[in-house]
């Protein structure tokens, strides 16, 4: 059932990530270990990267965020 959760939870990030216009267009990897979150991927901006793992720790379930997305400047 852990399992179940897990992709659950990966889900909602990812879910919420996609609907947030600061992080839309970002290539995000979200990797659930017992509600410690992992943000891996690139993103467009500071700006983005802080939004992600705001957005990220807000989800139910997320105990801590452990951000590793890279600025990638055009």
Do not use: W
Request: hydrophobic share 50%; glycine share 6%.
């Amino acid at each position: 059932m852990a399992v179940k959760s897990q992709e659950n939870l990966v889900y909602q990030i990812g879910s919420a990530l996609a609907a947030d216009p600061r992080t839309k267009n970002a290539v995000i990897e979200v990797i659930d270990d017992r509600g410690v979150i992992t943000l891996q991927g690139k993103v467009e901006s500071v700006k983005a990267r802080n939004a992600a793992e705001v957005i990220a720790a807000q989800q139910g379930g997320v105990a801590t965020v452990i951000n590793e997305l890279v600025v990638a400047f055009s």
